[in-house]
């Protein structure tokens, strides 16, 4: 079946730092990739998506590439924000599963001024 | 964007009475709708897949009669929780499946807390 292994949190970077957390997927077929976002309280939004191989999603100055030779879709952001500060989500869909979505863990991050 | 909506936001009610919590696709049809349930500091726990027009299908260990899901209309679902108890208490979560995306989009969630 499809599983999702999301980098373990928390993680905790100054602003202005580099952001990385690492995302990779088990999944048969072709499946979507999305990073989704919760800030505390609050549901998912939806930050960033690719749906097939090479495809780079961005939003907000976030960036993930489909790489279907490594299976992975790392999250990055060049100087983040004190804003910034929520848990992030990796998640897939498709293949065997159709349109539900299998998530990671979830990783919390901080971001001190 | 697409937009969902949860109502309500946060509920408080006595243990074994009933409580509703209504997801709508505020500017998209949806066919298929999602309840998650979510503990602190945790994941996603997907509890049913709820579809337009037919019986939802719940994931395994998920009481069906507790949690009962209508989806009477392509931009309207509901969950209730039947004589809730403290253990029940939680962030509910909904979705929409935006079809022609391929892309659910999630509601703000409902904190339900039993006494």
């Known amino acids: 079946g499809n599983s999702v292994t999301q980098m373990e949190g928390p993680v905790t970077l100054s602003e202005e730092a580099f952001l990385t957390i690492n995302c990779t997927y088990t999944?048969?077929?072709?499946?979507?990739l999305f990073w989704y976002v919760q800030y505390p309280g609050e549901g998912l939004q939806l930050l960033l998506k690719a749906t097939k191989a090479d495809d780079k999603g961005s939003n907000k100055g976030f960036e993930a590439t489909y790489r279907k030779e490594t299976t992975s879709f790392h999250l990055e952001k060049g100087s983040v924000q004190v804003s910034d500060s929520a848990v992030y989500f990796c998640?897939?869909?498709?293949?065997?599963?159709?349109?539900?979505?299998?998530f990671g863990e979830g990783t919390q991050l901080t971001v001190n001024p | 964007g697409a937009v969902v909506s949860q109502h309500p936001s946060r509920v408080i009610c006595k243990s074994g009475t009933s409580v509703k919590i209504e997801c709508r696709s505020l500017?998209?049809?949806?066919?298929?709708m999602f309840w998650y349930r979510q503990f602190p500091k945790q994941s996603l726990m997907l509890m049913a897949t709820?579809?337009?027009?037919?019986?939802?299908?719940?994931e395994q260990g998920v009481e069906k009669d507790k949690f009962l899901i209508n989806h009477a209309s392509l931009t309207l679902s509901t969950l209730t929780v039947t004589s809730a108890h403290p253990e029940d208490s939680s962030f509910y979560i909904c979705?929409?499946?935006?079809?022609?995306?391929?892309?659910?989009?999630f509601g703000p969630g409902t904190r339900l807390l039993v006494l």
């Open positions: 709820s579809n337009e027009g037919s019986k939802a299908t719940y």
């Open positions: 998640a897939l869909s498709g293949g065997t599963s159709g349109s539900r979505l299998t």
């Open positions: 999944a048969t077929g072709y499946p979507s």
């Open positions: 979705s929409a499946n935006r079809q022609e995306e391929g892309t659910q989009y």
């Open positions: 500017d998209f049809q949806a066919t298929t």
